[in-house]
């Protein structure tokens, strides 16, 4: 039974250039949230989406940020012209929603590094 | 902001039970308490998580007090694995108004040979 999985672990990009970071839930899943934890800092939580839904993206900052979880394939979080400022690692984590008990299961993360 | 208080660090020696308190005051009826923890680097990982009774399972104990104002995760024979940093949550556990995960600064256990 796989877990959360997130690609690709580790991202480098330069100031201005888009992130795109996949993450695939839980086999069942119908929940994903994202979390973003900035160096020497805690986690934060940035958005939650159902399929073809987003519910909550009140932790998502105002401009160049995205997120989606279309009916097939992964959640992604898009960044767009990026600055060092967001380098940061990005956990995903998934659900099954009202199925469960309100557990969350998280994916490794993505290590982004803005040059 | 997190809605729990926890000590910033706290050192235990390996094979004894770690003792992991949490305060809650302002728990609401229908929230849950849940604790995580992040071993170096990884992703957050689910321990437990109760309501008003005692839980356990395979990797620890949680004891909510009768008033539900404070809790304590144990660990019971801590291992050299279990170091990390430790987040008691409050929370509702279903439903679209329970989804995000607010973490606090959590505690960061170590545990020593």
């Known amino acids: 039974n796989a877990g959360v999985m997130q690609n690709p672990r580790h991202l480098v990009r330069r100031r201005g250039q888009e992130a795109r970071l996949r993450c695939s839930p839980m086999?069942?899943?119908?929940?994903v949230y994202w979390y973003r934890q900035l160096p020497e800092e805690g986690l934060k939580f940035m958005v939650y989406?159902?399929?073809?839904?987003?519910?909550?993206e009140s932790g998502m900052p105002k401009e160049r940020f995205s997120a989606e979880f279309p009916k097939e394939g992964p959640s992604i979080l898009r960044i767009q012209q990026v600055v060092r400022g967001d380098s940061a690692a990005y956990f995903c984590?998934?659900?099954?929603?009202?199925?469960?008990?309100?557990?969350?299961?998280f994916g490794p993360g993505t290590r982004l590094t803005v040059l | 902001d997190a809605k729990t208080t926890q000590p910033p660090s706290m050192d235990c020696a390996e094979g004894r039970a770690a003792n992991l308190p949490c305060n809650h005051s302002?728990?609401?009826?229908?929230?849950?308490v849940y604790w995580y923890r992040q071993i170096h680097s990884q992703g957050p990982q689910y321990i437990i998580h109760?309501?008003?009774n005692n839980e356990t399972n395979e990797m620890a104990s949680l004891i909510i007090t009768e008033d539900r104002k404070s809790s304590t995760l144990i660990l019971p024979h801590a291992t050299l694995r279990d170091t990390a940093v430790y987040y008691c949550?409050?929370?509702?556990?279903?439903?679209?108004?329970?989804?995000?995960?607010?973490f606090g600064q959590g505690t960061e256990l170590s545990v020593k040979p």
């Open positions: 302002t728990i609401s009826g229908n929230e849950y």
């Open positions: 984590a998934s659900s099954p929603g009202l199925a469960g008990r309100g557990e969350q299961f």
């Open positions: 109760g309501l008003k």
């Open positions: 949550i409050v929370r509702v556990a279903t439903g679209n108004q329970g989804g995000k995960l607010i």
């Open positions: 989406l159902q399929k073809e839904n987003i519910i909550d």
């Open positions: 086999k069942g899943h119908s929940h």
